[in-house]
């Protein structure tokens, strides 16, 4: 090996000396023969001493079938509780508690997932599932679903989107949810900002017989609404909220329908 090195370092000299002789050869020169000395010493080799030294140098930070979940952590971002999966490999997923819901509903599903491969998303989601629920009580759950999809595309270096099947269109159309408000100006003014500030083109609207709950003879039986501010109030079990919609007793005149169409 030492007479190899000497030859080598003797050639390079010689090259030195050849005028309009440039770098380049002489990197190539230097770079083949070491290569070809590191390969000659490969030959010496077992096959898995062989196999360990040509893969050392291979990037591991994604080997999917090795992913382990380690951690997961949550902060507030725009008034929106994101959660952080991390795993042994370096690599993370995001998710966002959706509706607002608390950040604990998707903390608490920690346990259930911590060591096990973010890339099994079926098989995971099947074990924590059953902590969901209808509405904010699924935003844990959600988050923890979103997170698991955005860390298995980061592992596979592909797009979540391709892992759902592939792409299907290049845009979609987005619609707004449109909170609503007694005083229709109010609303309208709402409304309006959506369209020619922010650019939608399809509007969700809150509509309910709250919006005529003050009108006179807009209701029938309009005592079960008194004090409530929305079908989900639920202070005081007389109220709406808090009854079957068969048995509210609560129902809409003539005169709330007109009410309900001028406020559209």
């Not at 299907?168 to 707004?176: E, F, N, P, S, T």
Request: hydrophobic fraction near 40%.
């Amino acid at each position: 090996m030492k007479k190899i090195l000497e030859e080598i370092r003797d050639q390079n000299m010689q090259l030195d000396k050849v005028k309009g002789t440039d770098n380049s050869r002489r990197n190539f020169l230097k770079k083949t023969a070491l290569g070809g000395i590191a390969l000659g010493g490969l030959m010496h080799l077992s096959v898995e001493d062989t196999i360990a030294q040509t893969t050392s140098n291979v990037k591991r930070s994604s080997n999917p079938s090795e992913l382990k979940i380690t951690d997961m952590r949550m902060a507030m971002i725009a008034n929106k509780w994101i959660i952080r999966i991390d795993t042994n490999q370096g690599i993370y997923g995001l998710g966002e508690v959706r509706d607002g819901a608390d950040g604990r509903y998707a903390l608490f599903l920690k346990s259930r997932i911590l060591g096990l491969n973010p890339c099994n998303v079926e098989m995971l989601f099947k074990i924590i599932r059953q902590y969901g629920y209808h509405g904010r009580q699924g935003g844990g759950v959600c988050a923890v679903e979103m997170a698991l999809w955005d860390l298995t595309g980061k592992a596979y270096n592909v797009p979540a989107w391709q892992l759902l099947g592939g792409r299907y269109r290049d845009k979609i159309r987005l619609y707004a949810d449109t909170p609503g408000a007694r005083d229709p100006q109010a609303f309208a003014e709402t409304m309006k900002k959506r369209v020619d500030d922010q650019g939608f083109t399809w509007l969700k609207m809150d509509l309910g017989i709250h919006v005529v709950a003050n009108i006179p003879d807009a209701l029938v039986n309009s005592k079960f609404w008194d004090g409530a501010t929305g079908q989900y109030d639920l202070r005081d079990y007389m109220n709406y909220g808090n009854a079957l919609h068969p048995f509210t007793q609560v129902q809409i005149t003539d005169k709330g329908l007109a009410g309900l169409t001028e406020y559209v």
